[in-house]
């Protein structure tokens, strides 16, 4: 049995981040709250991992979230005072430099702290031999057992570089419980409660599209997972914190940037379409019945490269005449530049309306985005030109801010290696670097097929109204994709909405979807549906292609879309 067995037939796994620069807080608020055996973070996203190249770049014992290491001065002692492990993927791009910082830190404080850490990620050196290019960035995304040999060694702390989120939880508990490589129920149920907490608190109330039902939202509590022997767990939170864990508040987070009825991970494929929810108490639902797979043969690899330089600005057109008013702009913009930009791209932002109180309600916004791989040509030359139409443009011409000077951007592509070409390297606290093995064997993965769907709702009347009336969603990105979680709460609005929001219904509701593929994916055991829209990120986040570059408001724009509502499920 492992060493961080507490209680043998449960281990509570809290989470006390979501991104890099969440709520610095939470920390010591998950190790005051209650108790505790781990406390995870999640501090990298595939933009916080361009970010912390762009950091390595400047200084190569960077690369790490400087943030932990404030939260960690603050609450290691409690930590170890509690027996409560840390866990974080907060290494990002250097984790044995951040291991050394804590050893730095726990010295400086006077605290025996066992700091441990997983290494074997970045694929950068050999990024090229691997056919993947010269980018910035190259990490394979690692799972948990390097996280679990640590841990059974004895440390205190973990950090690792590029691990999947869910692996976080995944580590810990089979190291607690002593899994197998092949437990693969077990090991897909905690895949599960890890992808409920990473997120911090939308599995409590955050984002959440019913939100006005909670009663206190005003500083939401974060998440934990009372994770069991077989993989089921119970979601919950420390009690008298804000928020709320309901049945409705983990799906939610289960929607958030998922694909198709397969989840897949290093260590495990998690079948999404096995789960069952149920509530268990106040803030306590049960997650349970689902089942794993094999992992397929490859290793998902984050590639961020720099894609160029970029500038913006806004006009602020206000009044009569918007249309003609944002034309003059964009002729006189696109013809006083010396040198076009490679992209010039302009958004009209209809938000004026006529005969308006305020002078903001009468006002409509044209932004214009360039890019180009010359600074240059974006920089000073670009905003040297448009300061300059400030008097020579349209009657009442302003802007929201004057352009400066041009930034980089990147661009995140996925790439895939055979998972025999990654070797994890679980760094122990005695300095002992233990190779972990790669799965003993492999699936290739396949489509699920189409499930049963429920019989229609009997033909009625019907309202015209907002899907988000009975509806609700989370959207998310994923590389240049998106993806759009909808569900429904009784059995009824599932047999309207199964047959009513199809791919061809969300191309209509969404018109910017029109020419994308978009896939849609039934989850009848939750009731949902998800739809995968390619490319409507560009090439993703950092790109920032769209007013919305994180999708994170494109399921919100969903639900205010009108539909035809059968009259008995809105009573």
């Known amino acids: ?128 031999e691997l056919g993947l290019g010269a980018p910035l ?82 500083r939401p509590g974060f998440p934990l997972a009372e994770v069991r022997a077989d993989g089921s767990s119970v979601i919950t939170k420390h009690s008298q914190t804000g928020g709320v864990v309901t049945v409705d508040t983990v799906a939610a987070q289960l929607m958030y940037e998922i694909q198709g009825a397969r989840y897949v991970g290093p260590d495990v494929t998690t079948r999404l379409d096995s789960i069952e929810l149920s509530q268990a108490g106040p803030d306590r639902v049960l997650v349970a019945g689902v089942r794993g797979e094999a992992p397929p043969p490859d290793l998902k690899v984050s590639l961020n490269i720099i894609g160029g330089f970029r500038n913006e600005m806004t006009f602020v057109l206000t009044g009569l005449d918007i249309e003609a008013k944002a034309e003059l702009a964009r002729k006189q913009l696109e013809s006083w530049l010396t040198t076009r930009p490679a992209e010039l791209d302009w958004t009209l932002s209809r938000v004026d309306r006529p005969d308006a109180e305020t002078e903001e309600q009468a006002s409509a916004l044209l932004r214009c985005v360039v890019r180009d791989p010359d600074p240059n040509v974006v920089g000073r ?93 989370r959207s998310g990105d994923k590389g240049g994709n998106a993806n759009i979680g909808v569900w429904v709460r009784t059995d009824e609005q599932w047999r309207w909405l199964a047959h009513a929001l199809t791919v061809d219904s969300v191309r209509r509701l969404l018109p910017e979807t029109e020419a994308l593929t978009i896939t849609r994916h039934v989850l009848p055991k939750l009731r949902a549906v998800n739809f995968v829209i390619e490319g409507i990120l560009g090439p993703g986040v950092a790109y920032q292609a769209r007013f919305d570059p994180q999708a994170k408001g494109l399921a919100e724009w969903l639900r205010s879309r009108y539909i035809d509502i059968p009259e008995e499920l809105l009573a």
């Open 137 to 218: 960035t190259a990490n394979a995304y690692l799972g948990g057992w390097g996280i679990a040999e640590c841990l059974d060694a004895g440390a205190d702390v973990v950090v690792t570089g590029r691990v999947t989120d869910a692996a976080l939880v995944v580590g810990p508990a089979a190291a607690h419980f002593g899994w197998r490589r092949d437990d693969y129920d077990a090991l897909a149920g905690a895949v599960v409660a890890g992808h409920i907490i990473e997120c911090g608190t939308q599995a409590t109330g955050g984002n959440f599209s019913f939100f006005t039902e909670i009663a206190d939202l005003g």
């Open 381 to 473: 030359a670009f905003s040297n030109v448009a300061v300059e139409l400030a008097l020579a443009s349209y009657p009442g011409a302003n802007f929201t801010s004057v352009p400066g000077n041009a930034s980089p951007y990147g661009v995140f592509t996925a790439g895939f290696v055979p998972t025999a070409t990654v070797i994890q390297v679980a760094v122990l606290p005695d300095g002992t670097r233990l190779e972990i093995e790669p799965p003993g064997e492999a699936r290739e993965l396949t489509d699920v097929d189409p499930p049963d769907l429920p019989n229609p709702l009997p033909y009625g009347p019907s309202r015209r109204e907002p899907l988000g009336r009975v509806a609700l969603a």
């Open 1 to 128: 049995m492992s060493a961080i067995a507490a209680q043998p037939d449960s281990i509570r796994i809290g989470n006390c981040s979501g991104f890099y620069g969440d709520r610095l807080s939470a920390m010591r608020e998950m190790l005051d709250g209650g108790d505790l055996d781990v406390l995870t973070g999640d501090y990298l996203a595939e933009l916080t991992m361009l970010i912390l190249g762009r950091d390595r770049m400047k200084d190569p014992t960077l690369g790490y979230a400087k943030t932990f290491l404030r939260q960690a001065e603050e609450c290691l002692g409690l930590a170890l005072d509690r027996g409560v492990r840390i866990v974080v993927n907060a290494g990002g791009l250097n984790p044995a430099g951040l291991a050394m910082k804590l050893r730095e830190l726990a010295g400086r404080l006077g605290l025996d702290a066992r700091i441990a850490h997983v290494e074997g990620d970045d694929l950068g050196p050999r990024a090229n």
